[in-house]
């Protein structure tokens, strides 16, 4: 900057003076005055940096000096003194953070339930045939083998039976009410020991019933 400073004081007293002797100094050069006034404007541009242009000064001498260099200009000072772009990516950065580390949280929670009906799936199908009988399906889960829709259900349809259970008429999901379809299955389908034997009119049996016909209508026949 000091040297800015003194280059640019010598060049205007250089230039005061020869346009106050315009006479003289044409005298003492055989340059034309317009082709030195010329090589002054020149020098001016070489001792700011080349490519000067008139800028607006209107953030400070950091900026103003930037501008003169040629080099970009630093963000806008925002209200508090801090650069406003910096403060809105700061701002907008970590609520896009949580909501997408939310987002997988909900998916992982989804993903384990779904690997959870799986595996039980496998132990109600040991034969592999990805078609489990609903009358063998409620025989297991009441011990009353008599069930008058007979179909032949798959591993994605059991997923979709349970999570339809476990799913209130709002849309919200119960992780209560899935606990019990998982744990009463497990009884029927692992242990071997019919959950609602005895007790048919049981409510979580009445609508495990329901929902098994409500799939053959909506899904199975599809």
Request: charged letters at 25%; one cysteine or more.
């Amino acid at each position: 900057k000091r040297n800015l400073q003194r280059n640019g004081v010598l060049a205007g007293e250089e230039a005061h003076a020869e346009d106050a002797n315009p006479q003289e100094g044409a005298e003492n050069s055989p340059v034309p005055l317009a082709a030195r006034r010329q090589q002054r404007r020149s020098r001016h541009r070489q001792v700011l940096g080349g490519n000067a242009k008139p800028v607006a000064v209107t953030g400070g001498p950091c900026r103003a000096l930037h501008g003169l260099r040629g080099q970009p200009e630093e963000p806008a000072l925002g209200r508090h003194g801090g650069h406003g772009g910096r403060e809105c990516q700061n701002r907008i950065g970590p609520a896009i953070l949580e909501a997408e580390i939310e987002r997988l949280k909900v998916s992982l929670i989804e993903s384990q339930r779904k690997t959870r009906m799986m595996e039980l799936y496998k132990q109600a199908d040991p034969e592999a045939s990805n078609a489990l009988s609903t009358k063998a399906m409620v025989a297991k889960l009441s011990g009353f083998a008599k069930f008058d829709v007979d179909m032949k259900m798959s591993c994605e349809h059991m997923v979709q039976l349970v999570n339809n259970l476990a799913t209130a008429e709002s849309g919200s999901f119960s992780e209560e009410k899935f606990e019990e379809i998982m744990d009463a299955m497990t009884k029927a389908f692992v242990e071997g020991n019919p959950p609602y034997a005895g007790d048919l009119e049981n409510e979580t049996y009445k609508a495990i019933i329901q929902a098994i016909r409500d799939l053959n209508t909506s899904e199975l026949n599809k």
